[in-house]
């Protein structure tokens, strides 16, 4: 599985020689805008009171965040089904780190178990034929990191 706080496509091979074959692709745009996009005005300010120094109220959420967090758990029941059905028999993880942790705090713990593999990367716009050879470099270089 490829992720990112918006995208997300599951690719499904059956055997480890067989091609890697597109099973889902999808997209969250609300997840992709910004905050003003979505009808709301930027933060307030606010001015120090020791000095005269204003700076930007910050109320630490965003709806884009909001949104992809919705979306992600989405895509972890998608593959929490998969693995109830017995459709999944293991699991390699593609994400940045934030989004890849999110996605595994999300998951049952039958769809844990079946994660083989994981990796920091965002390899959702890489195209379908080189994603094998992708992958194949990540898993080498994590070999070599363990050495």
């Known amino acids: 599985m490829l992720a990112d706080q918006a995208h997300a496509k599951i690719y499904i ?19 992709q805008k910004k905050q003003n996009d979505m009808g ?4 307030g300010r606010v001015q120090e009171s020791m000095n005269s120094q204003r700076h930007s109220y910050d109320d630490h ?10 979306f992600l758990q989405k895509i972890a029941n998608v593959i ?14 593609v994400a940045l780190p934030k989004t890849r942790e999110f996605l595994k705090s999300s998951l049952g713990k039958l769809s844990l178990e079946k994660c083989t593999a994981e990796y920091s990367k965002n390899l959702v716009s890489i195209a ?14 994590q070999k070599e990191k363990q050495k």
């Open 13 to 31: 091979r059956e055997s480890r020689l067989a091609p890697l074959v597109l099973q889902l692709d999808l997209s969250h745009p609300p997840a």
């Open 40 to 43: 709301v005005d930027r933060p």
């Open 61 to 70: 959420g965003s709806f884009p965040e909001q949104e992809s967090r919705v």
């Open 80 to 93: 929490d089904e998969g693995t109830q059905s017995g459709e999944l028999d293991s699991l390699v993880l």
């Open 128 to 141: 379908a034929h080189s994603l094998s050879d992708r992958l194949d470099s990540l898993k080498e270089a």
